[in-house]
């Protein structure tokens, strides 16, 4: 068992998205670790505010969960992972979204890594004219210590 505190920042000029700002706390539990497999998962209270570019603001309370799996295919060199925070508002039904990452640690020689990754950030009241869901490829270059 575990402690939770959390923030999320987002600023996305594409989804008129000027800020967003998500606070959350809760208690977690680490539903299982071997040297291969890794699982956590908590839930909580979350505070929500959306300031959209067009000056429309949103401010809500959320239920908010969180999970994270990591398995590790090859040690020290090839890694898979999921993790995601969900903020499902306690009032109206547009009061949700979510972001999610996916991918792969690849490491390389010498303490290096590269890390393809996707991203994505549901929200399921987006500023008017815009799509629910945003979507990012990342591939990075990393050491680790």
């Known amino acids: 068992m575990f402690v939770n505190a959390n923030a999320i920042f987002t600023s996305d000029r594409f989804r008129d998205l000027d800020l967003r700002t998500a606070l959350g706390t809760g208690l977690g539990y680490q539903v ?26 949103d401010r809500y309370t959320a239920a908010r969960e969180s ?46 890594v590269t890390t393809l990754r996707l991203d994505l950030d549901y929200d399921r009241s987006p500023s008017p004219g815009r799509r629910n869901t945003d979507q990012t490829f990342a591939f990075t270059l990393g050491y680790r210590f």
């Not at 090839?78 to 996916?102: A, I, K, P, R, S």
């Open 32 to 57: 299982l670790q071997t040297p291969v497999v890794t699982l956590t998962a908590d839930a909580g209270l979350g505070w929500v505010n959306e300031n959209l570019e067009a000056g429309i603001e």
């Open 67 to 112: 999970a994270a799996l990591t398995i590790t295919a090859i040690p020290n060199h090839v890694q898979f992972f999921h993790q995601h925070d969900g903020y499902f508002g306690v009032t109206g039904d547009d009061n949700l979204f979510v972001t999610m990452q996916n991918g792969v640690r690849i490491g390389l020689a010498a303490g290096f």
